[in-house]
């Protein structure tokens, strides 16, 4: 090991952003360990949609092959009119533009593969670990507790914990997410149980239909597409954790807000509405984090930081949440080796947030046009053009986002900081 790399790095957050900053110090033979308040057991529902820019990522962490077979792979999502008409498509994905199809995989089956990578690579993952806070952090070293009343230490300490994370309160403790308004309400129906107008040309899935309702977005999501994503959003008043559970536990309340003014959808739709499994109804609030005045202890030793949704939760129109957090994970694992980190932590940190945020504050820009593609027709045909995504004026801007060289863009900007 070089004598400039950091020699125990702790992660709370076994995550998507925990275990991708695993794989990524581990490539750099930083060694590190991982803290997660959860059960081995603890399983996770749904599926995630990523793009070119993450899987690039998790080709370079040799994860890429082992999931592109177990999800559904695909380039485009059609916008659709209340007619049908398709309206636009929108690349999730490209082989040929980006070097790789969209892959829409379950959580819980990227999960187990990060982590049977971790322990293949004996970096210690303790279960039923919950972070409590800082003790003391100096210029070498970060002491830590956890609620069990144990303590631990580390050469740097990096919270992956989260939208509601725990370690943020000790990097920027005056920031806390805020609810957009806005529920998603989804389920999870055999592709055959829908039934497709056969004079509407439904070559291309997944699909949004605009519609009078707002959005209704069908996403295939098993190996061969025979199960597709279903749902919605809709204006909901904001709720406590424990509230949002009981909504989440409560199958035919959802069923009945996701139905509402059924007839007002296409037949598509409506078909869709007539076969859901009610056990697989899910919600998810939009909460957003508002941008961090640091990712780090700055005003400390910068020894702790925070990366993945705990630092720029963002919303999900251009499904790059977990996208960011590899980004985020792969970006600060090439800090950390670098070896102006040695002396110049704090520095090349403050170039590293920059460059972060730059491209954060873009995903949310470009999630706004997406999300005005979904507004009601007046609404839309109200705003300036260049405020709704198009794929004939904005396709060229997507290159930014699926064909971004982190390597590059890191070791210019380190050598820049020297
Ligand atoms: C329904 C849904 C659909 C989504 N779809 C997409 C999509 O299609 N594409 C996309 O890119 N993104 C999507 N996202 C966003 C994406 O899931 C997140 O951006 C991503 O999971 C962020 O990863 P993370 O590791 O930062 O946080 P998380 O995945 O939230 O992981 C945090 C981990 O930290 C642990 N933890 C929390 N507090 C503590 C503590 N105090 N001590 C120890 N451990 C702790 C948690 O148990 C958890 O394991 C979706 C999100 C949701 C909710």
Redesign the pocket.
């Known amino acids: 090991m070089g004598s400039h790399l950091p020699n125990n790095v702790a992660i709370?957050?076994?995550?998507?952003?925990?275990?991708s900053l695993a794989l990524a110090l581990h490539a750099q033979s930083i060694p590190c360990s991982i803290?997660?308040?959860?059960s081995t057991s603890?399983k996770s529902t749904?599926?995630?949609?990523?793009?070119p820019n993450?899987l690039r990522i998790l080709n370079s962490l040799g994860v890429f092959e082992r999931i592109r077979v177990k999800g559904y792979n695909f380039t485009n999502i059609a916008f659709k009119n209340e007619d049908e008409e398709t309206t636009d498509l929108y690349p999730l994905g490209d082989e040929h533009r980006y070097g790789y199809k969209a892959l829409?995989i379950y959580?819980q089956i990227l999960l187990d593969e990060l982590r049977s990578m971790v322990h293949a690579c004996d970096i210690a993952v303790n279960y039923g670990?919950?972070?409590?806070h800082v003790i003391s952090e100096s210029s070498t070293e970060v002491l830590f507790a956890?609620?069990d009343g144990t303590s631990a230490s580390a050469s740097l300490l990096i919270g992956?914990?989260?939208?509601?994370?725990?370690?943020r309160k000790y990097v920027s403790p005056s920031i806390s997410p805020n609810y957009s308004g806005a529920l998603?309400i989804?389920c999870a129906i055999p592709l055959s149980a829908l039934h497709f107008p056969p004079d509407k040309d439904y070559s291309t899935l997944p699909v949004a239909i605009h519609g009078a309702n707002g959005t209704f977005v069908i996403a295939p999501q098993d190996i061969d597409g025979s199960e597709v994503l279903a749902g919605t959003q809709k204006k909901y008043p904001e709720q406590t954790r424990e509230e949002w559970d009981r909504l989440f536990s409560a199958k035919d309340e959802l069923l009945t807000l996701l139905s509402a003014n059924k007839s007002a959808w296409p037949s598509l739709v409506q078909s869709a509405l007539d076969s859901v499994p009610k056990e697989t109804l899910?919600i998810?609030p939009y909460y957003t984090v508002p941008k961090l005045p640091s990712w780090s202890s700055s005003s400390h030793h910068s020894r702790v930081l925070v990366?993945?949704?705990?630092a720029h939760?963002?919303p999900?129109t251009a499904?790059?949440?977990?996208?960011?957090?590899f980004e985020d994970a792969l970006s600060l694992a090439l800090l950390l080796s670098h070896p102006s980190s040695s002396p110049n932590l704090a520095a090349n940190l403050e170039f590293w947030q920059t460059y972060r945020q730059e491209r954060i504050d873009r995903v949310v820009k470009l999630t706004l046009k997406l999300n005005n593609t979904r507004l009601p027709k007046a609404e839309r045909e109200s705003l300036d053009k260049k405020m709704i995504w198009s794929s004939e004026s904005d396709l060229e801007e997507l290159e930014w986002l699926y064909n971004h060289n982190i390597k590059e863009a890191m070791l210019a900007g380190l050598e820049k900081e020297k």
Do not use: N
């Not at 749904?46 to 793009?51: C, N, W």
């Open positions: 709370i957050g076994c995550g998507l952003a925990g275990l803290y997660e308040l959860r603890a749904g599926a995630l949609m990523l793009s993450a829409r959580r670990k919950k972070f409590s956890f609620t992956t914990d989260g939208i509601h994370s725990t370690v998603a989804t899910s998810w990366i993945g949704d705990a939760a963002i999900p499904g790059q949440g977990a996208s960011q957090a």
